[in-house]
C-alpha cells in the first residue's frame, strides 16, 4: 500500500476564493430580497456596551479605551463570531463556531517564560484580575483580503512582559496555542507544524498596540475567536493574531512561525498589512468588510502608521 505524505506546498493554505465567494453571493442575495439570516454591519453608534464595569469579580464589559476609534461602521457580532480561521478545527471558517466548542478553556494556563528574569505560569482568571482589562475598537485585516472592525477586551502584552522582566538580551517574543488531538480534528492534518505558533520581535510585542485579549463584544473571548486567552497585532495580517494561546517564549533569536514555515514565499515573519506589496496570489490594495460585503482601499499597516511606522525605519 502506498502511504502518500504530503509535501508542505500541497496543503491547503490561507486562500481568499472561498470568503470573498461567500460575501459577494451574501450580497448579492440580500440584493435581491432573499437573504435569509440577519447578518448586517451595526453602526459604530449602534454598538453600546451596557454596563461599565472592571471589577475582578465582573471583568466585562470593560471600560471602552476612546483613543482608539473607527472610520469604519463595527462588524455585527454574530458575523465576527462565526466566520473564523482556526485550522486546528476546520478549514472551513463557518466549522470552527460548532467545533471549537468541546475546547475545555477554564482552567487554562499560561506559561511565561524564556530569558525573563521571573517566568511564571498564570491561570487565565488570575491573568485577568492582576491585570486591568479595557475595551479597544480595532480594525482587522486577514491575509486573504477579509477584514472585519470589533471591540476586543484585553489588556497590552507590554504590562505582562514589565512584569516577567525580559533580560538584555531579549529580541523576540514566541507564542504557542495548545494542540489536543481530542479537540481539534485539524490535528489530524499532518502537513502542518503544529501546535500553531507564531513571534513578534520585542519591540513589536511592547508596542501599545499590541492587545492580550480575552474577551470580544463585552463578553469573554467566544472558543472560535481564540479563547481563553489570543493576541491581538491589528496592523498585521490576522494569521499573526495567534489563538488559545499556552506559553509565551522571550527569545533572543527569531522563532519560526507556522505560515512561514508552510509557505515561506507567501506568508513573511513580519507581515505588516500593505496595500503595494500584492500576495503572490492576489491583490492586497483592497479588501471585503465581512457582513456588509462593501470593499474599500488596504491601509498600509491597517491605518495604524502613527502607532507602528517608527519600528520598521
Ligand atoms: N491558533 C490559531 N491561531 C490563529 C489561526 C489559527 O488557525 N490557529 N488563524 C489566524 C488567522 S489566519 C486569522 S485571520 C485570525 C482569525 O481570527 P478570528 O477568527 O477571531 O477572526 O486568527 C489567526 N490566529
Ligand atoms: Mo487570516
Given at each position: 500500500?502506498?502511504?502518500?505524505?504530503?509535501?508542505?506546498?500541497?496543503?491547503?493554505?490561507?486562500?481568499?476564493?472561498?470568503?470573498?465567494?461567500?460575501?459577494?453571493?451574501?450580497?448579492?442575495?440580500?440584493?435581491?430580497?432573499?437573504?435569509?439570516?440577519?447578518?448586517?454591519?451595526?453602526?459604530?453608534?449602534?454598538?453600546?456596551?451596557?454596563?461599565?464595569?472592571?471589577?475582578?469579580?465582573?471583568?466585562?464589559?470593560?471600560?471602552?479605551?476612546?483613543?482608539?476609534?473607527?472610520?469604519?461602521?463595527?462588524?455585527?457580532?454574530?458575523?465576527a463570531t462565526s466566520y473564523n480561521n482556526f485550522y486546528e478545527f476546520a478549514f472551513d471558517k463557518r466549522r470552527p463556531k460548532r467545533l471549537a466548542q468541546r475546547m475545555v478553556t477554564s482552567p487554562w494556563n499560561v506559561k511565561i517564560g524564556g530569558l525573563v528574569e521571573r517566568p511564571v505560569t498564570?491561570?487565565?482568571?488570575?491573568?485577568?484580575?492582576?491585570?486591568?482589562?479595557?475595551?479597544?475598537?480595532?480594525?482587522?485585516?486577514?491575509?486573504?483580503?477579509?477584514?472585519?472592525?470589533?471591540?476586543?477586551?484585553?489588556?497590552?502584552?507590554?504590562?505582562?512582559?514589565?512584569?516577567?522582566?525580559?533580560?538584555?538580551?531579549?529580541?523576540?517574543?514566541?507564542?504557542?496555542?495548545?494542540?489536543?488531538?481530542?479537540?481539534?480534528?485539524?490535528?489530524?492534518?499532518?502537513?502542518?507544524?503544529?501546535?500553531?505558533?507564531?513571534?513578534?520581535?520585542?519591540?513589536?510585542?511592547?508596542?501599545?498596540?499590541?492587545?492580550?485579549?480575552?474577551?470580544?463584544?463585552?463578553?469573554?473571548?467566544?472558543k472560535q475567536n481564540g479563547a481563553p486567552v489570543r493576541v491581538i497585532v491589528p496592523w498585521k495580517y490576522g494569521f499573526k493574531s495567534i489563538k488559545s494561546i499556552v506559553e509565551i517564549q522571550v527569545l533572543k533569536e527569531r522563532p519560526k512561525t507556522f505560515w512561514n514555515t508552510v509557505i515561506p514565499h507567501e506568508y513573511d515573519f513580519q507581515a505588516n498589512v500593505n496595500p503595494k506589496v500584492p500576495h503572490p496570489r492576489w491583490s492586497q490594495a483592497q479588501e471585503t468588510l465581512i457582513g456588509s460585503g462593501e470593499r474599500v482601499p488596504t491601509q498600509l499597516y491597517n491605518g495604524y502608521q502613527d502607532s507602528v511606522a517608527g519600528l520598521y525605519k
Open positions: 500500500m502506498l502511504i502518500r505524505i504530503r509535501k508542505a506546498w500541497e496543503t491547503r493554505g490561507l486562500e481568499p476564493t472561498p470568503e470573498d465567494d461567500y460575501w459577494n453571493r451574501r450580497n448579492f442575495l440580500k440584493a435581491a430580497g432573499l437573504g435569509g439570516l440577519a447578518f448586517g454591519a451595526t453602526m459604530l453608534s449602534g454598538f453600546h456596551a451596557p454596563v461599565v464595569g472592571n471589577s475582578p469579580s465582573k471583568p466585562y464589559p470593560a471600560q471602552r479605551n476612546a483613543k482608539y476609534k473607527l472610520d469604519r461602521q463595527l462588524t455585527d457580532e454574530e458575523v498564570l491561570d487565565v482568571d488570575d491573568l485577568i484580575h492582576r491585570f486591568p482589562l479595557e475595551e479597544r475598537l480595532y480594525r482587522f485585516r486577514c491575509v486573504e483580503a477579509w477584514a472585519m472592525a470589533v471591540p476586543w477586551t484585553g489588556f497590552p502584552l507590554k504590562k505582562l512582559l514589565e512584569y516577567v522582566k525580559p533580560s538584555s538580551d531579549a529580541k523576540f517574543v514566541r507564542f504557542v496555542t495548545f494542540l489536543n488531538r481530542q479537540w481539534g480534528p485539524g490535528f489530524s492534518d499532518t502537513g502542518y507544524p503544529w501546535p500553531y505558533h507564531e513571534g513578534l520581535t520585542i519591540e513589536e510585542a511592547t508596542n501599545d498596540l499590541t492587545l492580550l485579549v480575552t474577551g470580544l463584544y463585552g463578553k469573554p473571548l467566544p
